[in-house]
């Protein structure tokens, strides 16, 4: 194999892998968008300091979710409509205010910060069997007849948010 053929085929082989390793990054990595609110020209207006405020929006990002799974002793499989997964956030907050002091012109602050959160959630999803059991031998293999069941899956809503809240200098 020639030099530029080998060359030619790592380059390849090399861009393949990178693209490969793109694909599999999720869009989650990507974490948060900031969202500030601009009060600058509002601060030069009026000649004075005015609260800071800022958020973050997350963003969500669907998963896989589980199919349908065969189970023995019944027609039709568990999970006809799977829960969709979907991972994301609570958006987050964040506010910094000046405190006038009683003496002296200078200013203390207080700030209040609710970081994005994560969240999981679960779509729902629908369970059903038909009223026919599978075939029976002792029935001269006819199934037999019993109750149909039809069952709804619940979704599922996890997180964890917290705040901060704390009282500090200015600049």
């Known amino acids: 194999m020639k030099s530029t053929t080998r060359g030619t ?43 800071k405020v800022g958020g973050e929006i997350p963003l969500p990002t669907p998963g ?16 006809v409509l799977p829960q969709l997964p979907v991972t994301g956030g609570l958006p987050g907050a964040g506010l910094r205010a000046p405190l006038p002091q009683v003496l002296g012109d200078q200013f203390d602050h207080v700030g209040l910060s609710t970081p994005a959160s994560d969240l999981r959630t679960l779509a729902p999803g629908l369970n059903l069997d038909a009223p026919l059991t599978p075939p029976n031998p002792d029935n001269a293999g006819l199934p ?28």
């Not at 693209?19 to 009060?39: E, I, K, N, Q």
């Open 9 to 51: 085929l790592a380059a390849v082989i090399t861009g393949v892998a990178a693209a490969m390793g793109a694909a599999a990054t999720p869009a989650a990595a990507v974490g948060t968008v900031p969202v500030p609110v601009p009060l600058e020209g509002a601060e030069q207006a009026l000649g004075m300091e005015l609260p």
């Open 64 to 79: 896989k979710p589980d199919g349908p799974r065969y189970v023995e002793g019944r027609l039709i499989p568990e999970h």
């Open 144 to 171: 037999d007849l019993k109750l149909p069941e039809a069952g709804v899956l619940a979704p599922v809503l996890q997180t964890v948010p917290g705040a901060n809240l704390g009282l500090g200098p200015g600049l």
